[in-house]
Antibody, heavy 125, light 111 residues
Framework: EEQLVQSGGGLVKPGGSLRLSCTGS????????LNWVRQVPGRGLEWVSR??????????DYPAPVKGRFTVTRDDSESTVYLQMDSLRTEDTAVYYC????????????????WGQGTLVTVSS | DIVMTQSPLFLSVTPGEPASISCRSS???????????LDWYVQKPGQSPQLLIY???NRASGVPDRFSGSESGTDFTLKISRVEAEDVGVYYC????????FGQGTKVEIK
């Protein structure tokens, strides 16, 4: 069964940096495309990054609110994806989730996203 | 970018009554494999979102059969045939064709 276990997070001052980690198991990590999604407390869900597998080019994508400040990387030897967050702002305060597409083992069709447990990042002075 | 528009934002339902949530995408979510890349999730307080429906109309493992998803072009609907107390939470649609985009969420409460 697919599992994503997150670590990192915590309290950081505006302008500071933080790195989140997410380790996957139960699936072929090197083939996976991985996302980071965040949720401001009491608000909706917002996608903040995606990294493709190295076999698919390994490119990373970001939406405008975090582009140039957040960097997603992966270490397939450790089955871990990282989100480096720099120049943090108070509006980056949120629970951050890592996610990946999970596949049906028989049909090989997409069967939704699997989610990590989430980690809280608080940006405050 | 694909925009997801979800409605209503709030739903108060009597137990045993049906409920319906709509989600419209700004463009087709059709993959080359013939399936729409649209999921439905429910989020309960303090938890990660839990998958209900994938590929527009496929119920996830362990999800009660009172939950169903339907598709019509760029319009998607989640239906609960008979709402139960345990169904309270915030429901989200999510497109997975291009990165990820979420609907605004629908908060379901029990009357």
């Amino acid at each position: 069964e697919e599992q994503l276990v997150q670590s990192g997070g915590g309290l950081v001052k505006p302008g500071g940096s933080l790195r989140l980690s997410c380790t996957g198991s139960g699936f072929t990590f090197r083939d996976a495309w991985l996302n980071w999604v965040r949720q401001v407390p009491g608000r909706g869900l917002e996608w903040v990054s995606r990294i493709k597998s190295k076999a698919d080019g390994g490119a990373a994508d970001y939406p405008a609110p975090v582009k140039g400040r957040f960097t997603v990387t992966r270490d397939d030897s450790e089955s871990t994806v990282y989100l480096q967050m720099d120049s943090l702002r108070t509006e980056d305060t949120a629970v951050y989730y890592c996610t990946t597409t999970c596949y049906d083992t028989i049909t090989h069709l997409r069967r939704g996203d699997c989610w990590g447990q989430g980690t809280l990042v608080t940006v405050s002075s | 970018d694909i925009v997801m528009t979800q409605s209503p934002l709030f739903l108060s339902v009597t137990p045993g009554e049906p409920a319906s949530i709509s989600c419209r995408s700004s463009q087709s979510l059709g993959h080359s494999n013939g399936h729409n890349y649209l999921d439905w999730y429910v989020q309960k307080p303090g938890q990660s979102p839990q998958l209900l429906i994938y590929l527009g109309s496929n119920r996830a493992s362990g999800v009660p059969d009172r939950f169903s998803g339907s598709e019509s072009g760029t319009d998607f609907t989640l239906k609960i045939s008979r709402v139960e107390a345990e169904d309270v939470g915030v429901y989200y649609c999510m497109q997975a064709l291009q990165a990820r985009t979420f609907g605004q969420g629908t908060k379901v409460e029990i009357k």
